[in-house]
C-alpha cells in the first residue's frame, strides 16, 4: 500500500488555504487604511506645533513676511512644496516633518498661508470615515478661496467633512 495524499485531497486543503488568506486579507486592508489616517492626523499635530514654534520664533507663519522680524533662520519666501517645508521648519526649529504614510499624488499634504502671515491651514485627505472629523479643533469649511499662499496638492483637497478633508490651522 502507498502512503500519501491524493490530488483531490491536496486540492482540497489548496482552496481552504486559499479561502482563509483571502477572508483575512480583505479584513486587514481596513485596518492598514485606519492606521494610516491615524498617522495623518498625528503627523499634522505635529506639524502645527512646529508651525506655532516658528511663528513664535519669527513672527509670522512660514510663507510670510514681516520686515520687523529679522532672525537669521526666519525664511521669508512661501515654500514651493512641502520639501520646502519641511527645509524651512527644519532650519527655523530643528524639526523634520514627515511626508504621507502613502505618498501618492491623491494623499498629500497640504499648507497654505494667509495673505497677512497671520494664519495658515494645513490638511490631508483621509482614506475612510473617521470621528476624527468631528473633533472641534477641524476646520469644517471647504472654501479656502481668497488670499492664500498655498503649498502641495491643494486642488484636489479640501477641508470638507465630506470630502474626508481633515484640516487644522491658526
Not at 488568506?21 to 502645527?48: P, S
Not at 483621509?126 to 471647504?142: A, C, F, G, H, W
Amino acid at each position: 500500500m502507498r502512503k500519501g495524499f491524493t490530488l483531490i485531497e491536496l486540492l482540497v486543503v489548496i482552496a481552504i488555504i486559499a479561502i482563509l488568506a483571502g477572508v483575512v486579507l480583505t479584513g486587514v486592508t481596513g485596518f492598514q487604511a485606519n492606521a494610516r489616517d491615524t498617522k495623518r492626523v498625528g503627523d499634522l499635530k505635529n506639524i502645527q506645533n512646529n508651525i506655532e514654534l516658528y511663528f513664535s520664533r519669527c513672527g509670522f507663519y512660514p510663507g510670510g513676511f514681516d520686515a520687523a522680524a529679522t532672525p537669521p533662520t526666519c525664511n521669508t519666501t512661501n515654500p514651493a512644496d512641502w520639501g520646502d517645508l519641511d527645509g524651512t521648519l527644519n532650519e527655523a526649529t530643528g524639526a523634520r516633518i514627515p511626508n504621507d504614510p502613502t505618498a501618492t499624488t491623491t494623499q498629500d499634504y497640504f499648507y497654505g498661508v494667509s495673505s497677512d502671515n497671520l494664519s495658515y491651514v494645513l490638511g490631508a485627505k483621509l482614506e475612510k470615515p473617521n470621528r476624527v472629523l468631528e473633533d472641534s479643533q477641524e476646520i469644517d469649511s471647504s472654501d479656502l478661496s481668497g488670499s492664500w499662499e498655498w503649498t502641495g496638492a491643494h486642488d484636489a483637497l479640501s477641508c470638507d467633512d465630506d470630502n474626508l478633508g481633515y484640516c487644522v490651522g491658526s
